[in-house]
């Protein structure tokens, strides 16, 4: 069955330092997202991605974030100066369309540690 | 602002009794449901969906009921098994967001043998 697979699995970083979080989603899906969660928490949307672009955003994506396809399989989110409130679990997804009813489907995540 | 609230934390219930799951959500734009099931070290997993326009919808034993009125919809499990035991996140989106989801916090369910 076909899945989306992220690395690392798990990510330690130094406060300040850059990081890039990556994902392969489903070959023929066309949307892509990032979520996070932070321990205890609960899953927050951070971007979604059609045709080479931002689709939507939320505010705790600012200006440190940025995502990118790079090639015809992966999709990455960079986190540019990593703060300690950056530490949580980083889902990506992909669906076929991004038409509400469509099913997104999630990677394993990467765990960030920023210390 | 929360706009997907599941109120529950936590549930505890014994094998093959019905589990109940419980969402309430304020935001009257959105015309999808979704629910999804998330195992430790694992990303959630899709479990079972409602459109806006119906008021039920089953597979197996899962069964979602929607009361739009209410702005709730809850989760039936029937049977409930010990494999179900995980944390159920209630989603919802609204045409015209990209496909956006927004989770409500999540209840934790254990299933005793």
């Known amino acids: 069955e076909p899945e989306v697979t992220q690395t690392p699995s798990h990510q330690v970083t130094q406060m300040g330092q850059e990081v890039i979080l990556r994902c392969v989603p489903i070959s023929n899906h066309l949307y892509f997202y990032w979520y996070r969660q932070i321990l205890g928490q609960k899953v927050e949307f951070l971007v979604s991605?059609?045709?080479?672009?931002?689709?939507?955003k939320s505010e705790i994506f600012d200006d440190q974030f940025s995502v990118e396809r790079p090639d015809g399989s992966n999709f990455t989110l960079k986190i540019r100066s990593t703060k300690l409130e950056d530490s949580a679990m980083y889902f990506c997804?992909?669906?076929?369309?991004?038409?509400?009813?469509?099913?997104?489907?999630f990677g394993a995540g990467t765990r960030l540690s920023v210390l | 602002d929360q706009q997907v609230k599941q109120n529950s934390p936590s549930l505890s219930v014994q094998e093959g009794r019905i589990s109940i799951l419980n969402c309430d959500y304020t935001n009257s734009m959105f015309d999808y449901f979704l629910w999804y099931k998330k195992y430790p070290a694992e990303g959630p997993t899709f479990l079972i969906s409602i459109s806006s326009i119906k008021d039920k919808n089953e597979d197996g034993r899962f069964t979602v009921f929607l009361n739009k009125s209410a702005k709730h919809l809850s989760l039936h499990i029937v049977p409930s098994q010990p494999g179900d035991s995980a944390v159920y996140f209630c989603a919802a989106s609204g045409y015209g967001n990209a496909g956006k989801s927004t989770f409500g916090d999540g209840t934790t369910l254990t299933v005793k043998p």
């Open positions: 997804a992909s669906s076929v369309s991004g038409i509400a009813k469509n099913i997104q489907y």
């Open positions: 991605f059609y045709n080479n672009e931002i689709s939507e």
